[in-house]
């Protein structure tokens, strides 16, 4: 598989800050791929929504091209996930990698293994809660 560009990554405005402390309260190398993807990101106010983006909440299904199989997954904070396997947190390496990201969005990165991961973003749910509401679907 060819080497592909990192896309764009978009947070909500409201969000960065949460996110943010998140990276920060982490030493790990997913928390530092959490701090680049947000050094990168486009901040968007709650008015700006171009196109649906994965976002804290958000119900995400990519493609694993690693194992060759559909996930379907929801983004949560590191403290929120739990141990229902379908709530990853933000914190781990798949959550930093698909944090930001919109549906036909393409993301590599290396998995603490050493084995190169790519995942394909299929469709984004956006989170059903309140404007203002901090809590993890």
Known sequence: ????AQPTVFVREKELGE???????DFTPAAALLREELRRA???????????FARLGSAVEYVDFLSDQIQRIT?????????????VSVASPLGAA?????????????????????ILVVSVT???????DRRAV
């Open 126 to 132: 956006a989170p059903d809660r309140a404007p203002g």
């Open 98 to 118: 698909l944090i930001g990201l919109c549906p036909g969005d393409v993301f590599s990165w290396t998995g603490g293994d050493g084995k190169p991961r790519t």
């Open 75 to 87: 983004l949560a904070t590191h403290d929120a996930f739990g141990p229902d396997a379908r709530k």
């Open 1 to 4: 598989m060819q080497p592909h």
């Open 42 to 52: 486009i901040v968007l106010s709650d008015e700006e929504f171009p196109r649906g």
């Open 19 to 25: 996110l943010a402390e998140i990276a920060r309260e």
